[in-house]
């Protein structure tokens, strides 16, 4: 019998059946890359594109093709562009697909800390219902209409669900004091954080840095003084620190469930272009054969195109429909700066190093 959560996503389906039985896309050299024969319809309707193993050339995938490739790897990186419905949408189909091919998977989730495991479990186990799982659980706001199908598809089907990510006061400490800071963590926190923590290197770190330069200055230039070199790095060791978290929580979920694979949900910054939790889960274990979904989100629905690079980013790539701006010239943006603001202060760290001046109150 369905659930009220499998009716709700009813018209979701529908809409992508409409969209997948339209004419599959063909792939055409433009220019310096590459563009889809149809353009996008609306955000349910996307495209697989991976570069095919004998002509070296992009090809599209339909859905049963995808499957049939990716079940052949242990664990399957589903890089995401956080809320957006046509990849939530793939998601929750390519999950289905792949349980149909081998009922041994475990879905692993950024979108849910490592404290709060107690309580995934309990709800898996039917002991608590879907309002501790949000509220005690901490799901994201977005939990009802991006991760619930995943979830309960996984719940009625006896599957393991990961809560792999690092607690967020705990990120907030590492980018505040930096690793250092751990010390003070009690066992139990500490035991929410990777054990064996690997500092940023090579084209991750130049990926993460870059990224930095281009929020803090928006071209400008960022500061190279001391004092903002060490913020960088301590950022950037908070961001590895989630990427060692995640990697370890698969790791651990395989040891514990033998034979089995996963598929892991993350922000595609994480594992794109198979850097961060990705290299860190290799680290962990060469011997995973790993595979990577690398969201792309097209500059024109109507003409979807993306460059030979993008195929680097994963094992297959999905060219998903743009995202509306956030703003436009000349918004007032102050509310929305106040409210992450908020956001922040409510997941800052509780601990500082001994001797540290308490802040001024006001």
């Known amino acids: 019998m369905f659930t009220k959560s499998w009716l709700i996503s009813l018209p979701m389906l529908a809409l992508a059946s409409s969209a997948m039985a339209q004419t599959a896309p063909i792939v055409k050299p433009v220019g310096g890359g590459y563009q889809l024969s149809r353009g996008l319809e609306d955000f349910y309707d996307t495209a697989f594109v991976m570069k095919d193993a004998k002509t070296g050339k992009p090809r599209v995938v339909s ?16 890089g995401e562009s956080h809320r957006h419905p046509g ?5 929750q189909e390519l999950f289905r697909a792949l349980v149909a091919k081998n009922p041994r998977y475990i879905l692993s989730l950024e979108q849910f800390e490592r404290d709060t495991q107690p309580v995934v479990d309990a709800y898996l186990a039917g002991k608590v219902g879907e309002n501790a799982l949000k509220e005690k659980g901490r799901a994201w706001d977005n939990y009802p209409t991006s991760y619930r ?11 393991p669900v990961v809560a792999a990510e690092a607690p967020t006061w705990a990120i907030s400490c590492i980018g505040q004091w930096g690793p250092e800071i751990l010390s003070q963590f009690t066992p139990e926190e500490r035991g929410w954080i990777a054990r064996d923590l690997t500092p940023g290197t ?19 230039g960022a500061s190279q003084s001391p004092e903002a070199l060490l913020k960088a790095e301590r950022s950037l060791a908070g961001q590895t620190a989630r990427d060692d ?3 370890e929580s698969i790791f651990l979920a395989l040891k514990a469930h033998p034979g089995s694979k996963v598929l892991h949900l993350n922000g595609n910054f994480h594992s794109a272009a198979f850097l961060g939790t990705v290299e860190r ?43 509306p701006p956030a703003f436009v010239d000349g918004e007032d943006t102050s509310e929305w700066v106040r409210g992450l603001m908020a956001k922040r ?18």
């Open 149 to 159: 199908p995943l979830v309960e598809f996984a719940r009625t089907h006896g599957l």
């Open 202 to 220: 090579g084209a991750y770190r130049a990926k993460y840095m870059r990224f930095q330069s281009g929020a803090a200055a928006h071209g400008g």
């Open 63 to 78: 859905l049963a093709e995808a499957a049939a490739l990716l079940s052949g790897y242990d664990v399957v990186f589903f």
């Open 345 to 362: 202060k409510a997941g800052a760290c509780k601990y500082a190093p001994p001797g540290t001046p308490e802040p001024a109150k006001p």
């Open 245 to 247: 978290t995640m990697a």
């Open 281 to 323: 889960l290799k680290l962990r274990d060469p011997a995973l054969k790993i595979a990577v979904i690398d969201p792309l989100e097209v500059e024109d629905a109507k003409a979807p195109s993306f460059k030979a690079a993008d195929l680097e980013n994963g094992t297959l790539i999905q060219l998903i429909y743009p995202n």
């Open 87 to 91: 990849v939530h949408l793939r998601q």
